[in-house]
């Protein structure tokens, strides 16, 4: 067993060492600004089987900034990079809560109130292999593990409640509320596959495009209502992902380059288990459900990279 592990720790050096003339090691930090909206949806399982959405929520971030870098080391045509970012605490969202209880897809209740992102953290592992049809002109296919975690609360506000069974409308008396109301955490990973075009201009000027798609999402989310004391976990799974980035680069001298890119998300259909309980575990288990969760945003940024060879 040893002698195997030996022979392929050998052969995997070895291979790395045909590229090391042309090894490179960049770090990039970036700077941008993010407009998106994180989904959460409650169903409830209709007798033939169907989901059908009984809540959404939608929680704004309008916008918020962020921070964040890439370390990336190139052996030859093989490019192995490292992503992590935050978005700043901010107070300038809005939360719009809609239900459906009359089984029909009209609202009957509505809601509106501040969202604060609390905070957050995304980070993914990359690995491409670089095929050089010329000078000027190359594709990247590549795969990437990438993980997001999101967590924010809701204030003050006012909320709309059609009695019986009626359905909402703007006129409906606005019942205020304030404090803390609601809080929700959402976690993500998943595998993603796609390719990066690059091509150069002027010797000095590249543009990069790519596409990249994830065919499985795993989400897990806390969701809890402080003024019911009812919070709810959802196990989620299944779903799609879908990605697109665009970055013009600039460099000068030998080893530094500034970038403007811009980049967008959507993933939906991602559902799961969702169970309910008392905040107050002295409280009784609530019946479960079903729980969901999408996210689309779109960021623009500008980024400086320092390469070392």
């Known amino acids: 067993m040893k002698r195997i592990i030996a022979v392929s720790v050998s052969l995997i050096f070895f291979y790395f060492s045909l590229f090391c003339v042309d090894y490179k090691f960049s770090i990039e930090p970036f700077f941008g600004i993010r407009n998106g909206t994180l989904y959460e949806y409650v169903y409830s399982v209709l ?23 890439t370390i990336c080391s190139d052996f030859g045509a093989i490019e192995l990079s490292t992503t992590v970012l935050g978005l700043n605490r901010t107070t300038n969202g809005k939360l719009y809560d809609w239900d459906y ?3 029909d897809g009209k609202p009957t209740k509505f809601s509106e109130h501040t969202a604060e992102l609390s905070n957050s953290l995304e980070a993914s592992g990359n690995i491409a292999f670089r095929f050089e049809f010329s000078d000027n002109f190359s594709v990247a296919p590549f795969a990437s ?31 205020e509320l304030t404090g803390k109301l609601i809080s929700y955490s959402n976690t993500m990973w998943y595998p993603a596959a796609g390719f990066q075009i690059k091509t150069n201009i002027f010797n000095f000027i590249s543009i990069q495009a790519g596409f990249s798609a994830s065919p499985y999402i795993f989400a897990n989310s806390v969701d809890q209502h402080w003024l019911r004391n009812v919070e709810f976990i959802d196990t989620m ?26 980049n967008s998300q959507t993933i939906q259909g991602v559902k799961g288990k969702s169970t309910q309980r008392g905040i107050d575990s002295n409280l009784p288990p609530l019946p479960n459900g079903k729980g969901g969760t999408a996210n689309t945003n779109f960021t623009f940024g500008i980024s400086y990279k320092l390469t070392i060879d």
């Open 47 to 69: 007798p033939n089987g169907a989901d059908y959405k009984l809540s959404q929520l939608e929680w704004n971030i309008n916008p918020a900034y962020l921070m964040g870098g």
């Open 101 to 103: 209880e009359n089984f």
């Open 145 to 175: 593990i990438n993980y997001s975690r999101m967590k924010f609360d809701a204030y003050n506000g006012y909320t709309q409640y059609a009695t019986g069974s009626n359905y909402w409308n703007k006129d409906i008396p606005k019942q």
């Open 237 to 262: 799974r299944k779903g799609y992902g879908l990605f697109g980035d665009l970055k013009i680069d600039v460099s000068f001298l030998r080893y530094h380059t500034i970038s403007i890119f811009a």
